[in-house]
């Protein structure tokens, strides 16, 4: 195995590991030490507030109906994405592919960890300005996101590069 691949991994599993870390850490935090759940919503800046909602849907709230089933469904499949996910670690040798998979697999386990302790994932970062209300998330929603994004990037710039080059992928 190449030097490449060995650290295209470390990168990954690095990021796994701090999203993993921050995620949980926050949650403990929100829930434990400033008792969200209690107070149910903390103005911090005027575009933002800390509000406890326990999601039992997926993003943006859909599949929602799905009640108690939701627990089950939603953990085996992003235990099934992440283990594919992590197939496609152990091949990659480019470092921005590596992280982006790192904070994607943190993040859809943070999520695993909420759903399987409590039934719901813990969301609390609230966006709203001039009278809009954007959807409450967490830090693992966010890593997804991003790693979800330079996932998008990177091979958005590989195809340039090779379609520029006149060579097949």
């Not at 999203?19 to 949650?27: A, E, P, R, T």
Request: proline fraction near 2%; aromatic fraction near 10%.
């Amino acid at each position: 195995m190449s030097g490449a691949a060995w650290r295209c991994r470390a990168i990954g599993a690095a990021l796994f590991m701090l999203v993993l870390l921050l995620d949980q850490g926050s949650k403990y935090w929100i829930l434990h030490v400033l008792d969200l759940p209690e107070r149910v919503s903390v103005p911090v800046l005027p575009v933002f507030s800390l509000t406890m909602v326990w999601n039992r849907a997926i993003t943006f709230g859909m599949l929602g109906g799905l009640a108690g089933m939701g627990r089950i469904v939603f953990t085996v499949a992003a235990l099934a994405v992440v283990l594919g996910l992590t197939v496609w670690l152990a091949r990659t040798t480019r470092p921005w592919v590596a992280g982006g998979l790192g904070a994607v697999m943190g993040g859809a386990i943070g999520n695993v960890i909420d759903r399987l302790h409590y039934g719901a994932v813990v969301d609390f970062i609230h966006l709203h300005a001039f009278g809009h209300s954007f959807y409450v998330f967490n830090l693992a929603d966010a890593s997804i996101d991003c790693g979800v994004a330079i996932l998008l990037f990177d091979g958005l710039i590989e195809r340039r590069g090779l379609a520029g080059a006149g060579q097949e992928r």
